[in-house]
């Protein structure tokens, strides 16, 4: 199994309870060397990455896992360079559980609520963009930048990488009670 983002590895253990190897790979150092340091699962690797290129040969993985990541990405084109690369690592028949916000307009939504979210968009991608430049200027702000998918979108992505049986299921956590809904599918059989 390959966890994408794997912080301080809280899920990194129960994958490792449940699949021969995980190669838990994240961008931070730190977060890395921490997870290294906790987890003490001798079938568990940790790497660090550079973005969406993951440390695994073609077709060499059973399953991919990430939660709290895809949603922070810059962009639905960055979070699709993830997805070629899943599709990439994965054995045909291997399957991927991605939490990440989607989404669906309702066909009778009024043009007035799509417009306000659009400009609700543009104006937090307005501050994200403020928040970096004053960080570059040594002004400590925190910049957590949060997308939503289109199901539509989705869909078509990992279909056109040759992914089936693509779900939308939300899972209720035990800790808050909170939603989340995870992207599961599988790759198709050559």
């Not at 977060?31 to 690797?45: L, S």
């Not at 660090?48 to 990405?73: A, E, I, K």
């Not at 992505?157 to 299921?169: E, H, N, P, W």
């Not at 939300?170 to 800790?175: A, K, P, Q, R, Y």
Request: charged fraction near 20%.
């Amino acid at each position: 199994c390959v966890e994408i983002g794997c912080g301080a590895g809280r899920m990194t253990m129960p994958l490792a309870q449940t699949f021969q190897r995980v190669t838990a790979v994240d961008v931070s150092e730190d977060m890395i060397a921490y997870a290294r340091q906790h987890v003490t699962a001798a079938n568990a690797d940790f790497i660090v990455v550079n973005g969406p290129n993951l440390p695994r040969p073609d077709q060499s993985t059973t399953g991919v896992f990430s939660t709290h990541v895809f949603q922070h990405f810059d962009s639905l084109e960055y979070a699709d360079l993830y997805f070629a690369e899943i599709a990439r690592i994965l054995k045909p028949g291997g399957t991927m559980m991605i939490h990440m916000p989607v989404f669906e307009w309702h066909p009778r939504t009024s043009w007035l609520s799509r417009f306000t979210f659009q400009i609700s968009g543009s104006m937090y991608e307005l501050k994200t963009t403020l928040n970096r430049i004053l960080i570059r200027m040594g002004v400590p702000r925190q910049v957590m930048k949060i997308i939503v998918y289109p199901i539509t979108r989705l869909g078509r992505t990992l279909s056109d990488l040759g992914f089936a049986d693509i779900q939308v299921r939300v899972l209720i956590t035990e800790s808050n009670h909170a939603l989340h809904p995870f992207v599961m599918a599988r790759k198709r059989n050559q």
